[in-house]
């Protein structure tokens, strides 16, 4: 933690505090945090493949070394920050299977939910969406959220092999934009029928 006077700058440092982010929350930021979040919004913009770490530290107001005290690449800070994103979509996603109503309900309100979480996420940037999908690796974040996905709906349709499809079935349905409403109803229809044969 950085001690910060009272107009935002931090006396460890000399650094302003980053625009947008409330004095209490960056008080408590660390440089790890701080280099997230200026990450997070460079990547949003400008794409993975074109930001560099020197983009990202000129953004946090570091040197380009400062980064790799923290993090030993870029794709370390990559996947950082998309298992944070995804696990704060997991959680949305868990408390959507726990609302009312019966089985299909609940787990059409999950794909419901994911799919305005993946839009709204989007909506941060050109390039947002290739934080979420995050590959390349066997252990790779995307791999792994997957598979909080499946555990999340398995543990309510009471098996793995159909949660699984049901999330493929949902994932060909669901392109870039909105999902026209034949596909929907497609979805829906699927779901249900898989539940009563469950």
């Known amino acids: 933690m950085r001690p910060v006077r009272h107009d935002g700058q931090s006396t460890a440092t000399g650094r302003k505090r980053p625009q947008g982010v409330p004095a209490g929350a960056w008080m408590t930021m660390s440089r790890k945090d701080e280099i997230y ?10 794409g993975v493949k074109k930001t560099t770490i020197g983009d990202i530290a000129k953004e ?23 298992q944070r994103e995804q696990e704060h979509l997991a959680a949305e996603l868990q408390q959507a299977l726990r609302g009312r109503g019966n089985l299909a309900t609940r787990v059409l309100r999950f794909f419901a939910r994911r799919k305005e979480l993946f839009q709204a996420f ?17 252990d790779s974040p ?12 398995a543990d309510v349709v009471g ?26 109803q497609a979805l829906e229809a699927l779901v249900r029928a898989s539940l009563r044969s469950a």
């Open 122 to 138: 989007c909506t941060r940037g050109m390039h947002a969406h290739e934080l979420l999908r995050c590959t390349g690796k066997e």
């Open 37 to 46: 979040d200026a990450a997070s919004k460079l990547f949003a913009h400008y």
């Open 142 to 153: 995307w791999r792994a959220f997957h598979q909080t996905q499946v555990a999340l709906l």
């Open 60 to 82: 946090v107001g570091i040197g380009t070394g400062s980064v790799y005290l923290d993090f030993p690449s870029k794709d370390a800070i990559v996947c950082g920050l998309a």
């Open 159 to 184: 098996d793995v092999h159909l949660a699984h499809g049901l999330l493929i079935a949902f994932e060909s349905t669901a392109q870039p934009g909105l999902v026209d409403d034949e596909r929907q």
